[in-house]
């Protein structure tokens, strides 16, 4: 499943990020209703252009990763219940390309958008407990293929790494502390990620950019996709 209907990403333009620049001092209902226009079709067209144009690219050379321009992009609208931050929109936008199109599936790839540090993710970020005591009953069932892979992302400059990582080694797992694996028994994500610049995104080529990301990603993705 991938979209054939959107023209080629042509690039963010400059608007795009001047847009979440003055979003981020009048971050207010009222201001943004005035201007959710040029959140469209400065951010969410080009948007949506990136990743069908990327999902296109990458079914094309057989990666499992596709994107549904109306299903993979992130809303803009914080969800603002349970935090002392009451604003109600981000200051940043996100896709992503996953199996199914859709964000809330298991493993995928990143798009952020965000004025001085853009970027691309890759990984399993935050699963469920069942999914990490999976994770780490394979690295302790062969750590070779583990490890394997984690030099396939260092082929590519990726660093396999984790946001929220225990302090000591998890239950069960202990005779494994001073293995090769031990820190990453200890991750609570998996995830690679790589920066750009602003004037990066805002050049057509970006699409093939973010289709070099995914091959470089893919051994993360694969391998928990196998799991």
């Known amino acids: 499943m991938f979209d054939t209907s ?3 990403f042509p690039g963010f333009r400059k608007e795009a990020f001047d847009f979440f620049r003055e979003l981020a001092r009048n971050n207010e209902r009222d201001w943004f209703k005035a201007r ?3 959140y469209e079709d400065e951010v969410v067209w080009p948007l949506q252009c990136l990743v069908a144009e990327a999902g296109r ?5 057989g990666f499992r990763l596709t994107a549904d321009p109306k299903k993979s992009i992130f809303r803009i609208y914080r969800d603002t219940r349970f935090s002392t931050n009451k604003d109600p929109y981000k200051t940043h936008a996100g896709a992503v390309l996953t199996r199914d199109g859709t964000v809330k599936s298991s493993g995928g790839v990143y798009i952020h958008i965000e004025p001085d540090r853009p970027m691309m993710a ?3 970020w935050h699963p469920e407990n069942t999914v990490v005591r999976a994770w780490r009953d394979r690295m302790a069932q062969a750590p070779d293929t583990f490890l394997a892979m984690i030099d396939q992302l260092k082929a590519g400059d990726l660093e396999l790494e984790s946001d929220e990582q225990l302090k000591r080694m998890p239950a069960g797992y202990e005779a494994y502390a001073d293995d090769e694996i031990a820190p990453y028994l200890r991750f609570k994500s998996y995830t690679v990620s790589r920066p750009f610049k602003e004037k990066e995104l805002q050049s057509p080529d970006f699409t093939r950019t973010a289709v070099q990301m995914i091959k470089d990603c893919y051994p993360l993705l694969a391998y928990g996709w196998e799991g």
């Open 6 to 8: 959107l023209p080629p």
């Open 36 to 38: 959710k226009t040029v």
């Open 57 to 61: 690219e990458a079914a094309s050379q």
């Open 122 to 124: 890759a990984g399993f």
